[in-house]
């Protein structure tokens, strides 16, 4: 029975076969809406339950908040969502960078539950990661829905991440520059517009649902050359905080994993100390704006010794809170960190040169803001883009500029890959379009098996084979024995001598004369091996056997014909 | 031509019995079995549209120590080279991809749920969302181990019907295994179906091929179906309607695999079967 409707994805209707830049700005403005109301929806959801709890964190017992908070956002990605957990990023980056930014539908809302648990409850952690993952989870879904392409795919995952970042920050140019630096890696044409929409629809629809509110209030800042000759410092200084910071959440990542304990036992463990540090400084819990307001507004009364120290116990708790398990992002961290380390550098410039008219602390506190996120994302763009409309500082480019170029050219120098980057580095799994390792990746062995070799037969003479010789169109030849297992090769270069005696031909098997030593692949064998292989044995081409049956060939020739092809499918939007 | 069938290895003996229906396939029809044991309880299929979260019930993880040793025997028991699959790439750490680009798959009637759950009547919603995505029809086997010797297509006369008879007559060709056509009649002729053979050009291979056609133009479906050989691999097409489709008109896959207990070998919207 047919159904009285059929339903055809977009994608497929003539109108938009044409040309998908409509289709796509139109779906990229839909992902914005629908990620800008996940960010906001994150958003008042933290308040609230910040609201709720805060009562609660004049108790003593008040550190095991964090713990609850963290054992339930653990028990529920792993039980209820059946989620592996992560940080959130790097899985779309994964996804982006080998399926085309395929993923699940439950990654949509899953971690704004889990890390709202996780923030609301006083775990160092920003929201930031869980909604971009929310809002990439998005624009995959819709995109599934409306029967789009990896390439279309892919733009409406960054569109998702750009709406969110919009939204949440209410920072349309920081959420498109993300998009496009991080989660995608490259800089198309094609996708810049979809992305830009859907940046200016996340930011809409929280300036509708929230008011038209920025994180932290503009001030105006006097700086003088002896400020920029110090930004020097501060990056130097931000670049050491950002190397702490990734090293600090790897290390108790790896020691949790080698702990033979239940996720959400681990998680509380890290939420528990994270508490303990909260007794002491509490404007180390939660994401903490509320301690960047006071900095920024020259109101933060601890001194210099006590700046410093929190900087160390925001790091250590951030990376307990996220290294056991716990579910966020290291936006918010990222900033809280910059900001007192700016504060420390501020102060200490003002303790030992107490002459210099040096500008206000708060313009310190946005430059080491900025200082840290460029240098745990190595993203110098967003850094400084996310801090000048999330202070509203347009006056302080030039040292934001020289802050983020040093402090990622610092970090870059000592951690060669960013925060999100590095796992996916280290596994071999990150491989943004257009380069090598992904075009090598997208190609099988059995697209590149050349089928036309005639084989021969073990007990075959010499003469039968000469007539095989002038039929065929190759120089080399598979042998078989009569049950169909592959026996080795001949190569014509092997056997010239032999074709030009007469008196060998019915003397002498094709047997004798093969190569038996020869080296295989098997059709399961990926093509960067396969290549390794034949460079390393100086090889051109090889016989591809499964079973010990003889498939085909594989060769270099074939393979950089496919890899031209695929090249430029891969590379088709970046010249549109 | 090279084909694999991917089998998830569960150490069980209801997972024996599946694994023993996989390797008789294999054989019949020369195909690789790829096993893989899991480690994890759930991973990854990422197809070209969609992304399948597969989770595994606890028994896919029963006594590991042993498992590769069962499967093993049993595959050297089968006369084939054992082939075992282990991810290498994870979205997370503990959630590995699985990869799509098998041209067979072996599934229970449900990934997901308890072996002792498991009975005719319930096609889980994974192995529904795989059969959908998946370019390989996925093969769900009876619960006991019971060797076909004959084929039987359901041919209903659409696009993956005829997609279904094809790969019947392409396996009923590797076999040399009879192969029948059973029809239930909606509204059309048997002469209305030969057409549709016969626009195909598939007409005088399947002359070759066909031992009987089991049309019926009267009785219930489910009645009807007693005239399936309990010894027959069934091969069906399966659509892949949406939910509500499915719960308003109900879906003729999920009736047959309530009905009959043969082992089916489903065909999915996207696979594209050659003769």
Not at chain 1, 135 to 163: E, F, H, K, P, Y
Request: proline fraction near 5%.
């Amino acid at each position: 029975m047919r159904s009285p409707i059929s339903w055809r994805p977009p994608a497929t209707w003539h109108f938009f076969r044409s040309d998908d830049r409509l289709l796509l700005i139109v779906a990229g403005a839909i992902v914005g809406i629908c990620s800008g109301v996940a960010a906001v929806a994150l958003n008042q959801s933290l308040i609230a339950v910040l609201g709720y709890l805060r009562p609660y964190r004049a108790y003593w017992w008040a550190f095991v908040l964090p713990a609850v908070g963290a054992a339930l956002s653990s028990l529920f990605l792993n039980k209820i969502m059946r989620e592996g957990a992560g940080h959130g990023v790097p899985e779309v980056i994964y996804s982006v960078s080998r399926y085309g930014g395929l993923m699940r539908f439950r990654s949509s809302f899953s971690r704004l539950i889990s890390s709202c648990l996780t923030i609301g409850s006083g775990g160092s952690a920003g929201p930031e990661a869980p909604i971009v993952m929310s809002g990439s989870a998005i624009g995959s879904n819709i995109a599934r829905l409306l029967g789009l392409n990896d390439r279309q795919r892919v733009t409406l995952v960054g569109c998702g991440a750009a709406g969110a970042i919009s939204a949440i920050f209410n920072a349309p140019i920081a959420g498109l520059i993300f998009a496009m630096e991080i989660i995608l890696g490259e800089w198309a044409a094609s996708n810049l517009i979809p992305i830009a929409i859907a940046a200016v629809a996340g930011t809409e629809i929280s300036h509708l649902l929230q008011g038209k509110q920025i994180p932290f209030s503009h001030h105006h800042f006097n700086i003088g050359a002896v400020d920029i000759v110090a930004c020097i410092g501060l990056a130097v200084f931000t670049a050491l905080a950002s190397i702490m910071l990734t090293r600090a959440i790897r290390t108790i990542h790896h020691q949790a994993d080698g702990i033979q304990l239940p996720g959400w036992l681990k998680a509380a463990g890290g939420g528990c100390a994270v508490g303990l540090i909260g007794l002491y400084l509490p404007m180390v819990l939660g994401e903490g704006y509320h301690a960047i307001r006071e900095m920024m507004e020259g109101r933060f009364a601890p001194g210099i010794g006590l700046v410093f120290l929190a900087v160390l116990a925001k790091i250590m708790a951030t990376a307990l809170t996220l290294g056991s398990g716990g579910s966020g992002g290291i936006f918010a961290p990222c900033l809280v960190i910059g900001s007192f380390a700016g504060l420390t550098y501020h102060r200490a410039l003002a303790y030992l040169w107490p002459g210099v008219d040096w500008v206000q602390e708060g313009c310190f506190v946005l430059l080491g803001m900025a200082g840290l996120v460029s240098g745990i994302l190595q993203a110098p763009l967003t850094g400084i883009f996310l801090i000048v409309e999330i202070t509203g500082g347009y006056e302080v480019i030039l040292p934001l500029i020289i802050v983020s170029a040093i402090s990622t050219t610092i970090c870059h120098y000592m951690e060669p890959a960013s925060f999100y980057l590095k796992d996916l580095v280290e596994k071999g799994q990150l491989m943004r379009p257009g380069t090598d390792a992904r075009v090598l990746a997208d190609l099988e062995v059995h697209e590149l098996l050349e089928t036309d070799c005639i084989t021969v037969h073990t007990d075959m003479l010499l003469r039968d084979f000469v007539d095989i010789v002038k039929q065929s169109r190759r120089n080399l030849f598979p042998v078989e024995d009569h049950t169909g297992q592959f026996q080795g090769m001949i190569y014509m270069d092997d056997i010239r001598p032999y074709l030009f005696d007469p008196l060998m031909y019915d003397t002498v098997l094709v047997g004798q004369l093969m190569n038996s030593h020869v080296k295989t692949v098997s059709p399961d064998d990926d093509v960067v091996e396969v290549l390794e292989r034949m460079d390393a044995e100086g090889l051109f081409n090889m016989p591809v056997v499964a079973n010990h049956r003889f498939r085909g060939m594989i060769s270099k020739s074939t393979l950089l014909d496919q890899y031209r092809k695929e090249l430029m499918v891969q590379t088709y939007h970046l010249n549109r | 031509m090279y084909s694999q069938l991917f089998h998830i290895f569960r150490n069980t003996p209801l997972g024996r019995e599946t694994f023993l229906q996989s390797l008789y396939f294999c054989n019949q029809i020369d195909t690789t079995p790829i096993v893989y044991i899991p480690e994890f309880i759930k991973f990854l299929m990422y197809f070209d549209n969609d992304v399948v979260q597969v989770d595994l019930d606890d028994s896919y993880l029963t006594d590991p120590a042993t498992a590769e040793d069962h499967a093993r025997v049993l595959l050297e028991s089968a006369n084939l080279k054992p082939n075992f699959f282990a991810p290498k790439n994870f979205t997370a750490s503990t959630l590995p991809d699985i990869p799509t680009n098998f041209e067979f798959m072996c599934c229970p009637r449900s990934i997901s749920d308890l072996s002792s759950k498991i009975g005719l009547g319930y096609i889980g919603p994974r192995v529904r969302r795989i059969v959908t995505s998946a370019r390989f029809p996925v093969l769900i086997t009876s619960a006991v181990y019971k060797p076909w010797t004959r084929l039987v297509v359901f041919f209903g006369g659409s696009a993956n019907a005829l997609n279904a008879l094809k790969l019947g007559m392409r396996i009923a060709r590797q076999t040399g295994m009879p192969l029948e056509i059973f029809t239930q009649a909606e509204n059309r002729s048997r002469e209305d179906y030969a057409a549709i053979i016969r626009d195909y050009y598939v007409e005088d291979e399947l002359e070759r091929l066909q031992q009987r056609w089991i049309f019926f133009d009267e009785g219930k479906f489910e009645t009807n179906l007693y005239a399936v050989p309990h010894d027959a691999l069934v091969i069906l097409g399966a659509y892949g309607h949406g939910l509500i489709r499915n719960l308003v008109f109900g879906s003729k896959m999920e009736n047959i695999q309530s009905t009959i207990p043969n082992n089916l070998l489903i065909v999915g919207p996207n696979y594209t079967a050659g003769i």
